[in-house]
């Protein structure tokens, strides 16, 4: 079945470092891969997404591409803030699939 | 609506009562989900909807949980003599359209279920 494995947080970051939040997945055929964010005391957000090999999506300075060699989907951004802290989920949609299948999630702390 | 809404946002009932959570999706979403958050877990899948069928129940925990969706439109999850394992936050999350497989999911912000 298809899974996602995401790296434990949390992650604690200075203001304006770099970030990254590997993602790594299993499925069948060409899934569609996801990041979302979930803020405090929110529900989650879509923040960006990629539907085929060497897709990158990005959004708010947050990029991710799709490695098809790598089955990875890592999170970046090159100057976090404050503003960034919350939660962050990796998901995939595999193709044929009404279920997407979600990561447990990283925690991400920015200080100031 | 402009997004998806959940109702209460809160919730503390005792052990052994039943209650009712309720989601609003975006108008037109055909396609509904409902997942269950525990401290510390990722999301676990629960059911989901197309139009007001439900094909696959195989998520629910137990016999205790249900689910219906009435007009295509807003969904009931029920939780039957509730248990304090059953504390958590519900989210629920529609989309246009249950096949397409590049669509994201539009979420509300959750019911959060305390068990006492």
């Known amino acids: 079945g298809n899974s996602v494995t995401q790296m434990e947080g949390p992650v604690t970051l200075s203001e304006e470092a770099f970030l990254t939040i590997n993602c790594t997945y299993t499925a069948t055929g060409y899934p569609s891969l996801f990041w979302y964010v979930q803020y405090p005391g929110e529900g989650l957000q879509l923040l960006l997404k990629a539907t085929k090999a060497d897709d990158k999506g990005s959004n708010k300075g947050f990029e991710a591409t799709y490695r098809k060699e790598t089955t990875s989907f890592h999170l970046e951004k090159g100057s976090v803030q404050v503003s960034d802290s919350a939660v962050y989920f990796c998901a995939l949609r595999g193709r044929g699939s009404y279920i997407p299948t979600f990561g447990r999630g990283t925690s991400l702390i920015v200080h100031p | 609506g402009a997004g998806v809404s959940q109702s209460p946002s809160n919730k503390v009932t005792e052990k052994g009562k039943d209650v009712e959570l309720r989601c609003d999706p975006i108008s037109g979403h055909t ?32 016999d205790r949980f249900s689910a219906e969706r009435t007009g295509g439109s807003v969904s009931t999850l029920t939780i039957q003599r509730t248990q304090q394992e059953d504390s958590a936050v519900y989210l629920c999350a529609s989309s246009p359209t249950l096949g397409a497989a590049n669509y994201g999911y539009t979420f509300g912000s959750g019911t959060r279920l305390t068990v006492v």
């Open chain 2, 31 to 62: 396609a509904l989900y409902w997942y269950r958050q525990s401290l510390g877990q990722g999301l676990e899948f629960l059911i989901y909807f197309q139009g007001n069928s439900a094909p696959d129940k195989s998520g629910l925990p137990s």
